[in-house]
Every structure is written in structure tokens, then in C-alpha cells.
């Protein structure tokens, strides 16, 4: 049995799901015609589902540990080397002989993006893959599998951000969402969240969805944020943070990756939304993913620089509580 299976990690933030590699095509005039050539200036290559995550959380200055499979192939040393180049511990990552992590493309216009995959899912269940222990808080790509770790890491009291990634088979069966239960939060964007949920509003659906986590947030595009804390009844309707959309390619789990390290500070919620909110606005305004997500002493002079993206005084607390938002480091991987 591989011996990686009894290992944990002390990091701030525990990342776990599918690894992509990530070919993204940003700012296209629209989509592609049959037939047609389209070029881009603004391509990039970057390691992207659960790296998203990573990525964003280390940069925010989390300790940060991927978990997740890959492959013996060339892709998967460069996924693998890149996560390692941001900081991010890789000791949670299983090689898998013979397999090769999926690839996306990804083509950015009309302020959202379109995905086409080629590849195949992980052969291993990511239950296989989980520490037996993890962090102060995870993120995490849920499924049946995970139910029990889940449900057995809210009991220790880590904190689960949830994720269950989009249902290609437009059911949209709420039974999927018991694999968020002992979850802490749970961050769909607003099509999602209404579909699970069966109502027509954003609001309706972040209420629904509290009363199965103590913490359901909505992100609704240019339209901002909508988060319900249930153990405090406190209700947030955050404005959008104002930008240009270059590239939306990883901006949700973006988003989730700064609300998890606002988490580790006393931020009250509306703070920590708009945290979230903020490092998600820059990384879109910029073509290349999740690659392209902002450190934490590039808030205050972006903010500087487009004084027109949002209220200055809505970020005010930048100005005193940014060595809170961005936690010390803690240990490796053991």
C-alpha cells in the first residue's frame, strides 16, 4: 500500500481534487466558427482545477498543500513543477503509471469562458488520495467518496470548503449535495445553486443552501456575491468589484481560495466576501487563469490604480488588517 495514504499535512490550507492542465485562449472576439482561425495575443498555459486553489491560497500568503493524482508523462512534471515553483507542498501528489492528467482548453469571451477537456477522470478515487489529516481548512472537490472524510474532518474541526463542479448531466439531483454535508461552506455560483436548489433567485437558493452548511455562498458574476452565515443569521449582498472580464477561466474557485483564507482571520463575513471578491475581480481582468492571481500586497495599489472598480472605503480595512488576512506560514507536509 502506497504509505503516502497515512501521511498528513499541517498547512494553512489543504487543496484536493482533479489536477488539469490548462491551455487558455483569452479576450477572443467570440466563439470559433467552423472553418475559422482565431488568434489571440493573450494565451497562457497554467495548472488549473484544484490548482486553482493552490495557486490563489499561496499567493495570498497560505501555507498551501496540493492533493490530488497525476501522471508519469511530461504534462503532469510540468503541473507538478509549477504548483512546487508557487510554494505549494507536492508531497500529496500520486503518480499514477500510465495515466496523464486532462487537458482544457479554454476560450475566454463575452466576459465568460468555454471549456472543452480531452483526457480521462483520475483512476483513483480521491478518497484514496486524502490525508488523515488536513490543514485548517481544505478545499475540496466532493463526491460520494469523500462523504465520510468530509463529514469525519468538520467533527475535528477543519473547515471544508466544498466544491461539486458542474453536473454535465443536467439533472442536477439535489441527493448530490449530501456530499457537502460536515461541510463549512459551500460556494456555487448563482446557475448552479438555483438549479440545485429548484428556485429562480440567487438569494433564495444562498438561504436554501444554509441550511445545509453553516456557510453557503453564491457568486453571481458581474452581478457580485450573496453569503448567508447560518450559525449568525447575518445576510451579505456584496456589489461587484468593477473590471473589464479578460479571462474567467478559474475565477470561482479563485474566489473560494481567498473566502478559505479569510477564514483563518477574525474578518467579520462582509469583509471576507469582499475580500474574496476582490482577488477573484483582479484575476479576471488579467488573461491567463488562475496563473494571474494577485499577491496579497498587490490589493491596496491595484485598488490605487483603478480607484473606479469599487468604493474606496469599502476596502479600507486593507489598510489595517492585511497582516491578519495573510496568515504566518505554517509546517510542510509530513
Known amino acids: ?97 500510465g495515466w496523464s492528467v486532462p487537458v482544457s482548453a479554454c476560450l475566454g469571451y463575452d466576459g465568460d469562458r468555454a471549456i472543452v477537456t480531452g483526457g480521462t477522470e483520475s483512476p483513483v478515487a480521491l478518497d484514496d488520495l486524502l490525508p488523515a489529516r488536513g490543514g485548517r481548512v481544505a478545499a475540496l472537490h466532493v463526491d460520494a467518496t469523500t462523504a465520510d472524510w468530509v463529514r469525519a474532518s468538520g467533527d475535528r474541526g477543519l473547515r471544508v470548503f466544498a466544491d461539486v463542479g458542474w453536473d454535465a448531466s443536467g439533472a442536477w439531483d439535489p441527493a448530490l449535495l449530501d456530499a457537502i454535508d460536515g461541510a463549512y461552506a459551500f460556494t456555487p455560483n448563482d446557475r448552479e445553486a438555483m438549479a440545485y436548489t429548484r428556485t429562480d433567485d440567487p438569494v ?54 481567498a473566502l478559505a483564507v479569510a477564514s483563518l482571520t477574525d474578518l467579520p463575513l462582509r469583509e471576507r466576501v469582499d475580500f474574496a471578491a476582490l482577488v477573484a475581480a483582479i484575476t479576471v481582468s488579467r488573461p491567463g487563469g488562475a496563473s494571474t492571481a494577485p499577491r496579497a500586497g498587490d490589493l491596496a495599489p491595484w485598488l490605487a490604480a483603478n480607484p473606479a472598480a469599487a468604493d474606496p472605503d469599502r476596502f479600507g480595512f486593507l489598510a489595517t488588517s492585511l497582516l491578519s488576512v495573510t496568515p504566518a506560514t505554517a509546517g510542510r507536509t509530513t
Open 204 to 257: 433564495r437558493a444562498a438561504r436554501a443552501l444554509a441550511e445545509r452548511v453553516p456557510l453557503s455562498v453564491v457568486t453571481m458574476g458581474g452581478d457580485g456575491v450573496v453569503a448567508v452565515d447560518a450559525s449568525t443569521g447575518d445576510e451579505v449582498v456584496a456589489a461587484p468589484v468593477r473590471v473589464r472580464a479578460v479571462d474567467a477561466t478559474g475565477a470561482g474557485d479563485v474566489f473560494c481560495a
Open 1 to 97: 500500500m502506497d504509505d503516502r495514504l497515512h501521511l498528513s499535512t499541517d498547512a494553512d490550507v489543504l487543496v484536493a481534487g482533479m489536477l488539469f492542465f490548462d491551455a487558455v485562449f483569452a479576450d477572443l472576439h467570440g466563439a470559433p466558427v467552423l472553418g475559422e482561425e482565431h488568434w489571440t495575443r493573450h494565451f497562457a498555459w497554467t495548472p488549473g482545477g484544484i490548482a486553482n486553489f493552490a495557486i490563489a491560497a499561496a499567493r495570498l500568503g497560505a501555507s498551501t498543500d496540493a492533493c490530488a493524482a497525476v501522471g508519469d508523462d511530461a504534462l503532469s512534471d510540468l503541473c507538478r513543477s509549477s504548483l512546487a515553483a508557487e510554494g505549494i507542498g507536492t508531497d500529496l501528489l500520486r503518480t499514477v503509471p
